[in-house]
């Protein structure tokens, strides 16, 4: 580009010399190459101008890129969490179900339903509905059965899977709510343990972390050795404490 304005300026500058001693038909040919000239200048101009327009384009493009990859990177994070969290329950059930394997039968402990009576096929549908990821269902289902069944043996499973139906929801309040509800009525359940752990999660998604460190700290002094207390004390150290 440089070296053409250049030409374009020795050109010119002939015209200026050839002015006014060369002969009309000289003069006309030096015109007629500066117009040659203009008409090449007025492309390069266009040249520059359309890989201007180009540069923005790809500018454009750039930015919504990383807007796009900021926001696939936001979506896997959340995943991620939402994965560990998953983790933490299951593992917190095996080793409910581990304790109670281990544990000597009591001859004063209930007879449970029968799998045919209508409290266990209810239950076993809600619960089929959560295990399949239809958690806004599962709630539903869930809530109606603690409604309907309000002395079964397996309303704090119900409350234990409503809490959680709602805690995949996002609807951390309800699930805090369900959680409660088990500490609250049926505190020799096989549920109160990680129903405490994930109230106390449910406080920290909310942003209320004075209070989930509460509850982790009481988990982990109050209930040693459980996997509850050491999910808790996993929580603490990724809080930094």
């Not at 327009?53 to 796009?68: C, G, H, Q």
């Not at 329950?89 to 544990?103: D, E, K």
């Not at 007879?111 to 806004?136: I, Q």
Request: glycine share 6%.
């Amino acid at each position: 580009m440089h070296q053409r304005n250049m030409a374009l300026i020795a050109i010119l500058s002939g015209v200026a010399i050839f002015s006014g001693c060369e002969s009309d038909e000289r003069l006309k040919s030096v015109e007629r190459e500066a117009g040659e000239m203009k008409v090449e200048v007025f492309k390069l101009r266009q040249q520059q101008e359309e890989n201007s327009r180009k540069a923005d384009t790809d500018r454009r493009e750039s930015t919504e890129w990383r807007a796009e990859d900021r926001q696939f990177r936001a979506d896997l994070q959340e995943t991620l969490r939402q994965l560990t969290d998953a983790t933490k329950v299951i593992n917190n059930r095996m080793g409910n179900m581990s304790r109670t394997a281990a544990a000597p039968a009591s001859p004063t402990s209930a007879t449970p339903p029968a799998s045919t009576s209508d409290d266990e096929k209810a239950f076993g549908s809600a619960v089929l509905d959560y295990n399949r990821g239809n958690y806004a269902i599962a709630s539903e289902g869930l809530d109606l059965f603690t409604r309907t069944y309000p002395n079964s043996v397996r309303k704090p499973d119900a409350l234990f899977f409503l809490g959680m139906s709602f805690y995949n929801q996002k609807s951390y309040e309800k699930s805090q709510a369900a959680f409660d509800r088990i500490l609250r009525d049926h505190p020799s359940s096989a549920q109160f343990l990680p129903a405490k752990l994930k109230r106390g999660q449910c406080l920290l998604k909310q942003g209320l972390k004075p209070a989930a460190l509460r509850v982790f700290k009481e988990l982990v002094d109050g209930f040693p050795g459980t996997p509850e207390a050491r999910t808790a004390q996993q929580e603490m150290a990724d809080l930094g404490y």
